[in-house]
């Protein structure tokens, strides 16, 4: 419930303060530095030399990687086709090709299958959506920002990535079976709870509510694939195809099920890729995921 409240306190929060004149409203762009740079970081650190690897771990990995090419794959090929700006399509493939696995993952999946469930959640997470936000996600950024395929620099910005440096380090970890200090686990710990204020509130300070903006119609878009059509086909192909039909299938689909990722919309707004709409998907996201979940968590009973 603690979750809840701090997520919609900082959103309405960061709403409040872009009324206040003397409150410098630009601050998000140092405070999304922040949430890159230290916190993301220090959860990858927390959590993946923790992970014990096996072949069944493979689903839930996998659909976040899944998502984001489906994502990809969508949206490129339908604003090529429509004349969409690389911006636009950019942010599109961001925010609805990543799910908030972390954030709203946790709490909701802790409610509803109980704490041994965060194992699975943590799968979902951290090797899948937080490294696909880490790799491809940078790459995307870099790429639809800049309009022109720089693969040297795009693979220069992926390779000095802070959150990818720390995933690398943290593989390496798991690998040497070794953990960290309990001191410095317990310092990555507080650093990472940050992110959730910090990135709701640069949400809230970047999200406007104007009936006439252009972007409606695509975060109606957006939103309908992020929420619907993306945990649909990894229903389906979980489900009906490869035949999978345990606990851990079940919480993975509400994973995926999700409102847009947060880090996923700070990238966006950080190259520019059509900041308001990158906000937008997360402050609408979030209250309509709520319905969204509860169908999906009906659904996936029948499994």
Same mark, same amino acid.
């Given at each position: ?8 306190? /900082?959103?309405?929060?960061? &709403? &409040? ?9 630009? =601050? ?75 954030? #709203? ?16 959640? $943590? #799968? ?5 959506? /937080?490294? $696909? ?30 959150? /990818?440096?720390?995933?690398? $380090? ?83 689909? =509400? ?11 700070? #990238? ?36």
């Amino acid at each position: 419930m603690n979750n809840f409240i701090i997520i919609f306190f /900082f959103l309405f929060l960061g &709403l &409040l303060l872009q009324n206040v004149k003397r409150f410098p409203t630009h =601050i998000y762009k140092t405070i999304n530095k922040i949430v890159i740079y230290i916190c993301l970081p220090a959860i990858t650190l927390y959590h993946i030399p923790k992970i014990k690897w096996s072949n069944e771990l493979l689903f839930p990995i996998g659909a976040g990687w899944i998502s984001f090419f489906l994502a990809f794959v969508f949206f490129h090929f339908l604003g090529r086709r429509l004349g969409w700006s690389n911006k636009l399509i950019g942010c599109l493939v961001l925010t609805a090709g990543l799910s908030n696995s972390s954030f #709203l993952g946790y709490p909701i999946v802790e409610a509803l299958f109980g704490k041994k469930g965060l194992e699975t959640a $943590v #799968l979902v997470d951290q090797p899948g959506t /937080f490294v $696909v936000v880490s790799t491809l996600g940078v790459f995307v950024a870099a790429f639809y920002s800049k309009g022109s395929p720089d693969f040297k620099s795009i693979a220069k910005k992926i390779i000095l990535f802070p959150p /990818f440096i720390t995933f690398v $380090v943290s593989c390496l970890l798991n690998v040497l079976d070794y953990d960290l200090d309990l001191n410095i686990q317990s310092l990555l710990l507080k650093l990472g709870s940050l992110v959730t204020p910090l990135a709701l509130f640069s949400v809230g300070l970047q999200l406007t509510f104007d009936r006439k903006s252009k972007h409606w119609k695509f975060l109606r878009l957006g939103l309908f694939f992020r929420l619907i059509v993306t945990p649909l086909i990894i229903f389906i192909l979980y489900v009906f195809i490869f035949n999978q039909h345990s606990e851990a299938i079940k919480i993975t689909i =509400i994973e995926i099920a999700m409102a847009p990722m947060i880090t996923g919309a700070i #990238l966006a707004s950080t190259y520019g890729l059509k900041p308001k709409l990158s906000s937008m998907m997360i402050g609408f996201g979030i209250p309509i995921s709520f319905v969204t979940l509860a169908i999906w968590y009906f659904v996936v009973g029948f499994i």
